[in-house]
């Protein structure tokens, strides 16, 4: 069972920035796909980000592409994204989350989730 801990949610006024930390325990973590998304109010969750296990892969959401960054260190458990740019539409709950396999942009198929951290970006 691995257990999820997002942290690094907050406050940022546009076009500030925040980085976001997963941090990951329980199994090990290098066998797992990491992937970011989020949910705002009254909208369905939506996919950001995703990484494969060893890191050599990333995948995007248009809408965030060349603004966010996905990283991940297997040694220190830890998936991180890094948020520029910000928008008020990137306003959300940010959930990570963790399968084995393959990276994919699907929600449905990622077995363990966080409990989510609120950004907020103010106009």
């Known amino acids: 069972q691995v257990q999820l801990v997002e942290s690094g949610g907050g406050l940022v006024q546009a076009g500030g920035s925040l980085k976001l930390s997963c941090l990951a325990s329980g199994g090990t973590f290098s066998y797992y796909a990491m992937g970011w998304f989020r949910q705002a109010p009254s909208k369905e969750r939506e996919f950001v980000a995703a990484?494969?296990?060893?890191?050599?892969?990333?995948y995007y959401a248009d809408s965030v592409k060349g603004r966010f960054t996905i990283s991940r260190d297997n040694a220190k458990n830890t998936v991180y994204l890094q948020m520029n740019s910000l928008k008020p539409e990137d306003t959300a709950v940010y959930y990570c989350a963790a399968r084995r396999g393959a990276a994919l942009t699907t929600g449905s198929v990622y077995d363990y989730w966080g409990q989510g951290t609120q950004v907020t970006v103010s106009s």
């Open positions: 990484i494969s296990w060893s890191g050599a892969s990333t």
